[in-house]
């Protein structure tokens, strides 16, 4: 089977999984998320941070682009274009956000640009990781190709329940810096 089936059957397989997944489970994982991430060294220092807005049962990510506008350091989130092309927009409140593609909150396009390699913080979505920082995204590619090159130290927020061995894997393929849990930060090691 390719890796392009495998990957549309997992996530088929993934997106039951979370559907499933508890309440209370949810929340408490949100909960650990938030505490890891914002304490995590990387997180700390960065000054420039991108971070993508949750949607639905995604790890949650407000409260955490909240602590770093409180922190005052630089938050920018995605903004998508047709044809799989992304950019870094600046925004002083999550207040600032608006639905975009797919419903996501996004900033206006109005927003400033912050350029990749300005960035110190990356924090990257998936439906979920494996054990050496490999993610199982949505599909698009969006972020397979902003992150082709790009110098920010990449974290990926998952939920522990979903973390699996080995993903599937296609040379395009970039693997995180680490990957957070609610109990863990899985701290990526480089061959």
């Known amino acids: 089977m390719s890796p392009e089936l495998l990957k549309a059957n997992l996530r088929k397989q993934l997106s ?8 209370e489970y949810i929340t408490g994982s949100d909960e650990g998320l938030l505490r890891l991430t914002t304490m995590l060294d990387e997180f700390r220092s960065a000054r420039n941070i991108m971070i993508y807005h949750s949607v639905e049962r995604e790890p949650a990510t407000p409260e955490i ?8 350091k630089t938050v920018a989130f995605p903004y998508c274009y047709r044809g799989g092309i992304m950019n870094a927009r600046i925004v002083g409140s999550l207040d ?4 975009a593609m797919l419903g996501i909150p996004a900033p ?9 390699e300005e960035l110190d913080l990356i924090i990257v979505p998936a439906l979920t990781y494996d054990r050496a920082g490999y993610r199982l995204g949505y599909g698009g590619g969006y972020y397979d190709r902003y992150l082709c090159g790009v110098t920010a130290f990449m974290a990926g927020l998952a939920r522990s329940r979903l973390i699996t061995d080995e993903l599937p894997r296609q040379p395009h393929d970039i693997a995180v810096d680490c990957v957070i849990t609610e109990d863990a ?5 480089r061959e």
């Open 16 to 23: 039951g999984d979370i559907a499933e997944l508890p309440d």
């Open 65 to 72: 682009a909240k602590t770093a506008l409180a922190m005052g």
């Open 96 to 99: 600032e956000l608006r639905p």
């Open 108 to 116: 206006q396009e109005t927003a400033p640009i912050i350029a990749p």
């Open 185 to 189: 930060v899985m701290r990526i090691t």
